[in-house]
């Protein structure tokens, strides 16, 4: 029973354009969100976080957005750059203490 | 500041034989976990240690076996090998067991033949 759903196996987008990668999640207990993001070769590096609390975090180029209701979460990256073509993974978490459960991951590929 | 490092980076094993992975740590942190990831999939999480306790484990079996030492580095022992063990092991450090924010090793890639 998968918990952490990123249906889009693979994505590609235009350099300099918005990246949108999505993750759906079944269990409404989950409490964290992150985002990590892969290239070959070397282990996942986390990218970015957010609490069940709140609806939109930022950093940089990076914005998650939580849909609670839908149980749905998005990755955007704008502008998008040749250095973000990687495998992204979507994970969660129903508290600290707890493990942490990743999708199958989106591989995202900038088009120059 | 020294990142996670995992040895060694690939290994060839026969059903049956038991392999141990090791892990050191970031500087700094005290918790590791270890997750393994198939091919097509994200990383599942196996168990994680704490200070030298195991503190959680996923869905593998009792073959599936590991520790911590005083220093905070960690081994993974899978004993009796399947084919399905084949797969990348991934180590992540994190400051305490509270962190979501977790370090990843390069991870060890392992074949079962």
């Known amino acids: 029973d998968q918990q952490v759903k990123q249906n889009s196996p693979s994505l590609s987008v235009q350099e300099g354009r918005i990246s949108i990668l999505n993750c759906d999640y079944t269990n409404s207990m989950f409490d964290y969100f992150l985002w990590y993001k892969k290239y070959p070769a070397e282990g996942p590096t986390f990218l970015i976080s957010?609490?069940?609390?709140?609806d939109k975090n930022e950093d940089g180029r990076f914005t998650v957005f939580l849909n609670k209701s839908a149980k749905h979460l998005s990755l955007h990256i704008v502008p998008s750059q040749p250095g973000d073509s990687a495998v992204y993974f979507c994970?969660?978490?129903?508290?600290?203490?707890?493990?942490?459960?990743f999708g199958k991951g989106t591989r995202l590929h900038i088009l120059p | 500041e020294t990142g996670v490092t995992q040895s060694p980076t690939h290994l060839i094993k026969t059903r049956g034989q038991q392999v141990t992975l090791r892990c050191s740590s970031q500087?700094?942190?005290?918790?590791v976990s270890w997750y393994q990831q198939a091919l097509g999939q994200g990383p599942q999480f196996i168990f994680q240690?704490?200070?030298?306790?195991?503190?959680g484990r996923g869905n593998f079996p009792p073959r599936f076996s590991g520790l911590q030492f005083p220093n905070y580095s960690s081994e993974l022992n899978v004993n009796a090998l399947e084919l399905d063990d084949s797969a990348l092991y991934l180590c992540?450090?994190?400051?305490?067991?509270?962190?979501?924010?977790?370090?990843f090793g390069p991870g060890t890639r392992l074949t079962v033949t």
């Open positions: 240690y704490y200070r030298e306790e195991e503190n």
């Open positions: 957010i609490s069940s609390i709140k």
């Open positions: 992540a450090s994190s400051r305490d067991k509270s962190s979501y924010e977790q370090y």
């Open positions: 994970a969660a978490s129903p508290n600290r203490d707890d493990k942490i459960i």
């Open positions: 500087s700094g942190h005290n918790t």
